[in-house]
């Protein structure tokens, strides 16, 4: 009765740090795509607003993501993959009812799986002559 007793709290025991190192390895690559997000989302705000249309497509696989200086991303990063949409449009400004005509960008995080884990969407306004 004891031995099976002890059975079922270390298998429970088990199960519970298996699923805790799951939400640990998760909540990494979510830090992880977070902040690749951001990095890309940093350098297409630098970008002249006439090259933004150039990024549209632009991939970088899982393990080969690069900075701005075209040097691989540290191996805490390498975990998660990222790419960029870009479309034209008009967007209202709310309250003012003003069109404003520009591109919005937006930058995907996802991992081996293909699966989402961070998105960052933006509005870059055309810039007026």
């Known amino acids: 009765m004891a031995t099976g007793l002890l059975l079922v709290v270390v298998v429970a025991v088990t199960q519970a740090i298996t699923a805790g190192q799951q939400n ?3 909540a990494h ?28 497509g632009h ?10 200086h075209g040097s691989a991303m540290p191996s805490s990063m390498q975990m998660v993959g990222r790419d960029v949409h870009v479309t ?3 967007q209202t400004i709310s309250g003012l009812d003003v069109r404003v005509r ?13 699966r989402m884990l961070a998105s960052i969407t933006r509005f870059v306004p055309e810039p007026q002559a």
Do not use: K
């Not at 002249?48 to 150039?54: F, Q, S």
């Not at 520009?102 to 293909?114: A, D, K, L, P, Y």
């Open 24 to 26: 640990a390895y998760e």
């Open 29 to 56: 690559q979510r830090i992880a795509a977070a902040l690749a997000a951001e990095e890309l989302m940093g350098r297409l705000a630098a970008e002249d607003y006439a090259h933004l249309a150039n990024w549209n």
């Open 59 to 68: 991939s970088e696989p899982v393990g080969e993501m690069t900075d701005m």
């Open 88 to 90: 034209s449009g008009m």
């Open 102 to 114: 520009g591109v919005t960008v937006t930058v995907r995080c996802f991992n081996r799986e293909g």
